[in-house]
């Protein structure tokens, strides 16, 4: 929210939050007659299927690109996503071990719960968990960097070929532009 969009809803509020209360107070329809927009998909439009299930960094710098490029790729409601500290060096790192546990509950889950049937780690170039857990020289030069992440996603590749051998796994590494590099 820019600070021109924070004022304006400021004062917006300050105008008509007593109306709105007001009005929703004494107005407020029945369960039943609220329209759910056609956009948000139900259990029963999609079978409560989610057939992926994206691994992603936190970094507040690509929330919108990584988004954009799910929905853009697999349409919208496809996917579970769990946030971790550079995605899928924060499933799998020697400096915090318990993350591990936190990503195979989660991927257990999203299987048993929406039948997810591939994990999608999609990692970042100048990421700050790498350069943290792995050393600022890990990733000084492009191709180091490169080298960085492929080790990783082997690592993680192979965890889950040994707790989860039926599920697909993908690997992918985005830009700060917003483009994605598919890394084995
Ligand atoms: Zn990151």
Not at 91 to 97: D, E, G, R, S, V
Not at 119 to 128: A, E, K, M, S, Y
Request: aromatic content about 10%; overall charge negative; charged content about 20%.
């Amino acid at each position: 929210m820019t600070w021109n969009n924070m004022a304006l809803f400021f004062i917006l509020g300050l105008s008509f939050h007593p109306i709105v209360h007001a009005d929703t107070a004494h107005n407020e329809p029945p369960a039943e007659s609220i329209q759910v927009p056609s956009s948000v998909s139900t259990p029963e439009e999609y079978g409560h299927i989610a057939p992926y299930l994206l691994i992603t960094c936190m970094d507040f710098r690509l929330r919108d690109e990584v988004q954009k490029f799910m929905e853009l790729r697999f349409g919208p409601d496809q996917y579970d996503e769990l946030i971790l500290p550079g995605a899928s060096l924060g499933a799998l790192n020697a400096q915090f071990p318990h993350w591990r546990q936190t990503f195979e509950d989660v991927v257990k889950l999203s299987v048993e719960l929406h039948h997810s049937t591939r994990v999608i780690f999609l990692d970042h170039r100048n990421c700050g968990a790498y350069k943290k857990l792995k050393g600022e020289a890990c990733c000084d030069e492009r191709a180091k960097e490169t080298q960085a992440h492929a080790e990783q996603f082997q690592a993680v590749r192979a965890l889950l070929q040994d707790k989860f051998p039926t599920l697909q796994v993908e690997t992918l590494i985005m830009g700060l532009d917003g483009q994605v590099e598919t890394v084995d």
